[in-house]
């Protein structure tokens, strides 16, 4: 017997995609061509997937979570519990990354690494000025960096004793946050969730189901079904009350609201309870102001009613067939650019 296919259905996912460029959706979700990796991703999932495993009764713990430890545990159980979350990231990510191959087949964020540090420019002026391999007697002069990352300038160093240049300056012109970033950082971003859960506890707010990283689907009035992957639904008062709740690895500020709406509707039609507000956590904020961004009151409940109209809308340009280009700064990382008439036009980075 052969696999039960899913039924067709909508998703955020798939109307943020839509709003960003008409071409992006018809390629991703109609052609459904394959995807370019790209590494924020990869990395997003592997930090909502330690958070998972976090929040989860481990069998081999006899049902035991490891967030438990944190919240009830002793303070050496904290911080083991939150040395252990992040191991799990590290771990959950290298899998990841190996699945599509290597670091190298893969497009990281962030700035190029040579525009986040005068020292880098330098570094290659350095290299060009001494040749080790190339000058008789030369031998190899390590460039003395003073302010970026100490491992990533060690491991420059290390490639350039190997005199492996064409993988500097393919290091030096990628993402500055590739995947040995994220190894350092991921644990640090996943101790601000643990701080967070731990002032959770302290506060009263508790899981509203016990599960995290919930799939819910409703129908809509159309009969389409709408589906969301909610990370989190929180019980914040003595009555009941319900907020959503979703992890974000990305730049502070730039989650939407929308997305807070349509996770409550759907409980709210899955469950018949309705969720009263939403919050973001931006795990890469620096500072508690920063960190939660929070929607509610009468504006979340408008919102919240606005959901139906917004995907009918959604319905009603996929099934005209009308997907309009939208070329802007954003299309060179476009994980559908090899195909897409415009994209391919575009020149590499």
């Not at 899998?95 to 330098?122: C, F, N, Q």
């Not at 060690?154 to 064409?166: F, G, K």
């Not at 809509?220 to 709740?245: Q, W």
């Amino acid at each position: 017997m052969g696999e039960p296919v899913e039924e067709p259905h909508l998703s955020w996912s798939q109307l943020q995609t839509l709003a960003d460029c008409g071409e992006k959706f018809r390629l991703s979700y109609v052609v459904d061509v394959p995807r370019a990796p790209q590494g924020p991703l990869i990395a997003g999932r592997a930090i909502h997937a330690a958070i998972e495993w976090a929040e989860t009764p481990q069998p081999e713990l006899e049902g035991w979570c490891p967030i438990q430890d944190l919240t009830h545990g002793t303070t050496r159980e904290q911080m083991q519990a939150a040395l252990d979350i992040g191991s799990q990231f590290g771990n959950l990510f290298s899998a990841m990354v190996g699945e599509e191959g290597s670091a190298d087949v893969i497009r990281w964020g962030g700035r190029k690494l040579i525009h986040t540090s005068v020292e880098y420019p330098r570094f290659l002026e350095h290299i060009k000025a001494h040749e080790p391999m190339k000058r008789p007697g030369g031998g190899f002069v390590p460039f003395k960096f003073k302010h970026p990352d100490p491992e990533t300038a060690a491991y420059l160093n290390s490639l350039w004793a190997a005199d492996d240049i064409p993988r500097i300056v393919k290091i030096l012109n990628t993402g500055s946050e590739d995947d040995r970033w994220w190894h350092k950082m991921g644990p640090v971003f996943l101790r601000r969730y643990c701080d967070l859960r731990v002032q959770d506890e302290s506060s009263g707010m508790k899981l509203w189901d016990s599960h995290v990283e919930r799939r819910i689907s409703a129908r809509l009035a159309s009969g389409t079904l709408l589906t969301g992957f909610v990370d989190a639904a929180m019980v914040v008062t003595a009555d009941g009350e319900v907020r959503i709740r979703d992890y974000k690895s990305g730049a502070p500020g730039r989650g939407s609201p929308m997305q807070l709406a349509i996770y409550a509707w759907l409980i709210g039609e899955a469950t018949d309870i309705h969720p009263t507000s939403g919050e973001f956590v931006y795990l890469r904020a620096d500072s508690p102001a920063k960190m939660v961004q929070r929607i509610d009151g009468e504006r979340f409940a408008r919102l919240v009613a606005l959901v139906p109209d917004v995907m009918a809308r959604h319905e009603a340009q996929a099934a005209a067939g009308v997907y309009p280009y939208n070329p802007g700064f954003m299309c060179g990382s476009c994980q559908v650019k090899a195909f897409c008439a415009y994209g391919r036009e575009l020149p590499e980075d």
